[in-house]
């Protein structure tokens, strides 16, 4: 039992390794926010439609199933959305350590959607996330609207974990990956075409933008959604967003070495970062013990 909590435990980490490349490669890429999503749920959409196809899973969806699906789709657009945006505006650090709140909000957010009792701990780790992310924003005052904007891509996340906690106990986890990013998908090229955003432009780019373009939309995507809603079977939400915090640990050591002195923060960016990181520790080791009682 100890061994499949460790290895669940090192295959999430594994995913938030990967989603540390993910604001990397959203700055690398030269392109607006809202055609970086199109183009990274398109590939994505594509990739999943060929793993469900040779998977040989066959279902239909009913009409309810489509509007869960196409809620859960609003919310990673909008998430992603909002997440690159952020990039673009501020930095990849900012928006990796903003973007580390996310687990204040799924402790707020699931015992709502579970009815579950609050448990005290949970609130006081999210509490030094919160502390941390407030540290970071008095000293990074020029960043502040990307900091604003990397919360509400937070608060989206922690939303999208909890409701696919709910929904991966009714849907396979490659099926409903495919229908949710189908339907971002869906609606933001509604939304594309009516602001007149398809052009020519939107395909000029680089042989290298179009393989970045490739790896965000399969490796980092269409892989590492599928495998954590599967991962929501055996972690809650709060863990799941709490390990994610992570996430500016990997994503900031990469956008260093790429990006250097851009990407470099004032100290007190880190004090406030490790304080966030800290509580991923502390989360761990009360939950093992908290098993062990």
Avoid at 4 to 20: D, P, R, T
Avoid at 56 to 66: F, H, L
Avoid at 87 to 110: D, M, P, Q, R, W
């Amino acid at each position: 039992m100890q061994k499949n909590s460790i290895n669940k435990y090192l295959q999430l980490h594994f995913i938030v390794f990967i989603w540390g490349f993910t604001a990397v490669l959203g700055k690398l890429i030269p392109i607006d926010a809202v055609s970086l999503v199109w183009f990274r749920l398109l590939i994505a959409v594509v990739a999943l439609y060929f793993i469900v196809y040779f998977s040989r899973i066959k279902y239909r969806p009913t009409g309810k199933d489509y509007l869960r699906f196409a809620f859960g789709g609003t919310i990673i657009g909008l998430h992603w959305l909002t997440f690159f945006y952020a990039i673009k505006i501020s930095n990849v650090s900012i928006t990796l350590a903003a973007l580390s709140t996310g687990a204040f909000f799924a402790s707020i957010l699931e015992p709502i959607f579970f009815k579950k009792k609050i448990q005290p701990y949970e609130i006081i780790l999210a509490g030094f996330t919160v502390i941390g992310i407030i540290y970071i924003f008095n000293v990074q005052i020029e960043h502040s609207t990307g900091i604003v904007v990397a919360l509400i891509s937070a608060l989206l996340s922690a939303l999208f974990s909890i409701v696919n906690a709910n929904y991966i106990k009714k849907y396979e986890a490659k099926i409903l990956t495919f229908y949710e990013l189908l339907f971002a998908f869906l609606l933001l090229s509604i939304f594309m075409f009516t602001n007149g955003e398809f052009n020519n432009s939107l395909f000029q780019l680089s042989l290298t933008d179009y393989i970045y373009l490739l790896v965000l939309g399969t490796v980092c995507t269409a892989f590492a959604l599928t495998y954590s809603n599967k991962l929501l079977r055996q972690v809650t939400p709060f863990t799941m967003m709490l390990t994610v915090n992570l996430e500016p640990v990997y994503g900031t050591i990469l956008a260093i070495l790429i990006f250097k002195e851009s990407e470099y923060m004032n100290p007190h960016f880190y004090y406030g970062a490790i304080l966030i990181l800290t509580t991923v520790i502390l989360n761990g080791i009360i939950k093992t013990l908290k098993k062990r009682d």
